[in-house]
């Protein structure tokens, strides 16, 4: 797979501040295309079929994000790869630390 293609979604809870910022953050000079959702029903945009049929790899910010997906979206997530990337609802929209920790958590899965 050609990772300057790579669709990457980012969820947090409420997609107000955690997964915005690295909606936005690694929109570009990354090569990737990305988009966030949260999970909870008051998210500004909660997570649908239609996000994990997009998404090639899936990074949520805490682990019970995983397990909600995994239980809400069992078979549609059979073949997709999820990452948590352990990063604490304790942050605005792009903090400038929220930032560094995205930067940090994702080094490893990005191939700059």
């Not at 809870?13 to 936005?24: D, G, I, K, Y």
């Not at 805490?62 to 549609?76: A, C, D, G, P, Y």
Request: net charge positive; with cysteine.
């Amino acid at each position: 797979m050609d990772f300057l293609t790579l669709n990457i979604l980012f969820i947090c809870s409420r997609n107000q501040w955690r997964s915005p910022t690295a909606e936005r953050l690694f929109a570009q000079g990354y090569g990737l295309h990305t988009r966030s959702a949260g999970t909870s029903r008051h998210a500004k945009h909660t997570i649908s079929l239609k996000d994990i049929a997009w998404a090639e790899q899936i990074f949520v910010m805490e682990n019970r994000h995983k397990q909600q997906i995994k239980e809400k979206f069992s078979k549609q997530l059979m073949h997709k790869k999820i990452f948590v990337l352990d990063i604490p609802d304790e942050y605005q929209y792009m903090d400038d630390e929220l930032i560094e920790l995205l930067q940090l958590a994702m080094q490893p899965y990005l191939k700059v």
